[in-house]
């Protein structure tokens, strides 16, 4: 009997472990933080919820921009070694199929832009057509790791790059058409830093680390004070980072800041991130008649123009011989995958909050599209991955 209660303790154990371990762990912990986050914002606990993002930090650098601004560029930089090793050894190691993922991005903003402004013309709100351009970069990944075992895995990668590059594509657009202020100075600085980062490798002949975290923290500072979104410099940091072609632990410092911070990113960071992003309070005013050409644009954009957007663009590019689709991946697999950069969700926000600053109702209306974009998007994908399924075991 009592052999049997151990056998069942042990099997509850492995079954944790086994649940922690999975590749969905980080997702399902993305889930938990944003349902946290929208109980929170809409009940009674909502001036918690602020003053915990807005109060807690010194000054005017509080939690949520330590979040958002510091944290994800951690984020950032594990994303940009994974990528930088598929490019220079791996799946995008060619240009036509490292070209694959940009041209979708590129694709995924332009049809959306083109909805919304079908909608907004004359709208009087045109200024919010780079909403439904973003793709929020921790959701997607996080559902792809929750559909893993249906969806292509070797698209990964082509979902990580193509929504790096519409971020970075998305921070062009907030400095060109969003930002009012830039520092001239702290321009310079980014530049030179960025400068030095890349020169370190040939004078660091230890191949020690240290040098790339002191003049990597550096440029955060820069970009973070320049009006830049500061996330860029993880990117850039990852860039400077060597690496080798047999991840030799020594030389191979890209391979050791992954490893070591890829954990620390998919538990901590990104669930903190949703939390401190996605308390989104739907109790606000919203009129419809008002405000419709404005959401419709929003929801379709993101839920239709995007995977439209990325179909198209990359189709088109690889029957021209442009651009070449990943060999182990179907059409069918990429449609799964383009589906999730509808998730505009903390991104599409962040635009909203300049495009709309000081005019609640829109802001709101803005919001609440977003969210309900997101969501139709997640649900489509897990239908898709369905499809998906169904179709390999019929195969």
């Known amino acids: 009997m009592e052999e049997h209660i151990n056998n069942i303790e042990d099997n509850n154990k ?31 606990l909502d001036k918690y919820y602020e003053i915990m993002l807005k109060d807690i930090g010194f000054g005017e650098f509080n939690l949520h921009i330590f979040i ?32 694959f993922p940009v041209i979708a991005a590129i694709g995924g903003m332009v049809a959306p832009a083109l909805i919304f402004t079908l909608f907004n013309y004359n709208s009087g709100f045109e200024i919010g057509a780079g909403i439904p351009l973003s793709t929020d970069i921790a959701f997607a990944i996080g559902i ?37 202020k830039f520092n001239i100075l702290a321009i310079i600085a980014a530049v030179v830093l960025t400068a030095i980062l890349f020169l370190i490798k040939p004078l660091n002949k230890k191949n020690r680390l240290w040098p790339y975290i002191i003049v990597g923290f550096g440029l955060w500072v820069a970009i973070y004070f320049s009006g830049i979104h500061a ?22 410092l890209s391979l050791k800041v992954q490893h070591r911070l890829e954990p620390i ?8 991130f949703a939390f ?17 050409p404005l959401m419709t644009g929003i929801v ?36 799964a995958v383009s589906v999730l950069a509808g998730i505009g969700f903390t991104m599409s926000i962040f635009v909203a909050e300049l495009a709309f600053k000081g005019t609640a109702e829109e802001l709101n209306a803005s919001k609440v599209s977003i969210l309900a974009a997101s969501l139709l998007s997640i649900v489509l994908a897990f239908i898709v991955s369905r499809f998906e399924k169904k179709k390999e075991k019929s195969s």
Not at 152 to 160: A, C, D, E, I, T
Not at 231 to 249: Q, R, Y
Not at 324 to 334: R, T
């Open 14 to 44: 492995n079954k944790k472990k086994s649940i922690i371990q999975s590749e969905a762990f980080p997702g399902i912990l993305l889930v938990i933080a944003t349902v946290v986050a929208l109980i929170l914002a809409n009940t009674s």
């Open 68 to 99: 958002n601004d510091f944290l994800m560029a951690i984020f950032f930089l594990v994303v940009g070694c994974e990528i930088k090793r598929e490019v220079v050894f791996g799946k995008l190691s060619n240009i036509r199929a490292a070209s």
């Open 144 to 180: 792809f790791t929750i559909l893993s075992k249906r969806l292509n895995l070797s698209l990964k990668v082509f979902l990580l790059t193509l929504a790096v590059v519409d971020d970075l594509l998305s921070i062009v657009i907030i400095g060109i058409f969003y930002s009012s």
């Open 231 to 252: 996330t860029i410099s993880g990117v850039i940091l990852a860039l400077s980072l060597p690496l080798t072609k047999d991840g030799h632990k020594d030389n191979d």
């Open 265 to 272: 990113s998919n538990y901590f960071i990104l669930p903190l």
């Open 276 to 292: 401190s992003n996605t308390g989104v309070n739907l109790s606000g005013s919203i009129n419809l008649f008002k405000e419709y």
């Open 300 to 335: 379709l954009g993101l839920v239709i123009g995007k995977p439209i957007g990325i179909m198209s663009f990359t189709y088109i590019a690889s029957l021209l011989g442009i651009t070449k689709k990943p060999n182990n991946a179907s059409w069918f697999d990429v449609f």
